[in-house]
């Protein structure tokens, strides 16, 4: 597995519940493009519509030696997923009001381009504090553990 861009920020603003991996649908320039790591879903998020997942504001540079003229870098793009999976997705995005949030774009062992999704709610100021101390914590805990 070659990752090529993950979103940091997203277990520190949302506590995640479960984690899917979904395929995605991308042109064939676009791929070449994510082999040379010119890809980001830092501010992307994943919305629904007509019954279907769509990755939206990810930003995938233009490959350099693509012929394409018009050529949008951060147009919405079809997130692959069973059915099943879009039912169990979709039915708590609408009934319990979670949110989805794309965590990592990564090559497969297959050279598939996977997004892997993750279902939860976001965290308040006092949940972003607590986990900052408990990671702080357990960074000064291997330290003592370390010099010892």
């Known amino acids: 597995m070659k ?3 993950a979103n940091k920020k997203a277990n520190y603003n949302y506590e995640i519940n479960f984690k899917i991996n979904a395929g995605i649908i991308l042109s064939g320039s676009e791929v070449k493009s994510l082999r040379n790591n010119s890809g980001s879903i830092k501010e992307s998020y994943i919305q629904e519509k007509n019954g279907e997942l769509w990755l939206s504001n990810c930003n ?3 490959y350099f030696a693509s012929n394409q003229t018009q050529y949008i870098p951060s147009r919405d793009r079809k997130l692959l997923v069973s059915k099943k999976e879009l039912n169990k997705i979709i039915g708590a995005y609408k009934k319990d ?9 990564y090559f ?3 050279g598939l381009v996977k ?3 993750g279902i939860g709610k976001g965290k308040k100021k006092f949940d972003k504090r607590d986990s900052k ?3 702080e914590w357990n960074i000064k805990k291997q330290r003592l553990l370390k010099n010892n």
């Open 108 to 110: 497969s062992e297959k």
């Open 3 to 5: 990752i090529i861009a």
């Open 115 to 117: 997004l892997e999704i």
């Open 60 to 62: 995938i540079k233009k």
């Open 97 to 105: 009001g979670y949110s989805i949030i794309p965590i990592l774009l």
């Open 133 to 135: 101390k408990t990671k």
